[in-house]
């Protein structure tokens, strides 16, 4: 009996040990044409573009240069420099993040997130897999109805000039 008790604690510190977290990165990582190590992302990205990239974060509101950008462009991965975002198809939310209301089709990859009751579409680059925001229907109405909500640090913008 002490035998079977000591086996039900060892396996479920083994199974503690694997957090929803690591299994998140695990499925971020599959099918992906970019596929680098936690290492390698680490050494490329800065310590915030990192968090939001590879582990989901969500970076504070407000706080993104890129989140009053309004210059012609492109708005590309940060992590691979794919191009997700024209920059016509920005527009101002008000709610403190770069917010586009249509993607460049291909460039990103979507999945579903049930988070306290509810369904979130989440988006990634359809690239390297890094997270990028969540999509929600509250975009501008004239267009596509969609606002893609994008951490700035999951951006780089490169303007038409370059």
Same mark, same amino acid.
């Given at each position: 009996?002490?035998?079977l008790?000591?086996l039900m ?10 957090? /929803? ?5 695990? #499925?971020i990582k599959?099918? $992906? %044409?970019?596929s +680098? *190590?936690d ?18 974060g969500t ?7 890129l ?5 012609a ?13 024209k920059s ?9 993040? /770069?917010?586009?209301?249509q993607e460049? #089709?291909?460039?990103?990859? $979507? %999945?579903?997130? +049930? *988070? ?10 359809a ?5 990028l925001?969540?999509?929600?229907n ?17 951006l ?7």
């Amino acid at each position: 009996m002490k035998y079977l008790g000591m086996l039900m604690i060892c396996g479920s510190i083994l199974i503690s040990c694997n957090s /929803p977290a690591q299994k998140k990165m695990e #499925s971020i990582k599959d099918g $992906f %044409k970019i596929s +680098k *190590s936690d290492a390698e992302w680490k050494s490329e990205l800065d310590p915030a573009a990192y968090r939001v990239l590879r582990e989901e974060g969500t970076e504070r509101a407000f706080s993104s240069p890129l989140n009053d950008n309004y210059e012609a462009g492109i708005y590309v991965c940060a992590g691979c420099g794919i191009p997700l975002f024209k920059s016509d198809t920005k527009f101002d939310s008000g709610t403190g993040w /770069p917010s586009f209301d249509q993607e460049i #089709s291909g460039n990103v990859a $979507f %999945k579903t997130q +049930k *988070s306290f009751g509810s369904t979130i579409l989440e988006e990634h680059c359809a690239n390297c897999g890094g997270h990028l925001g969540h999509v929600f229907n509250d975009g501008p109405q004239e267009t596509t109805g969609k606002r893609h909500c994008v951490n700035g640090v999951a951006l780089k913008f490169i303007p038409n000039n370059e």
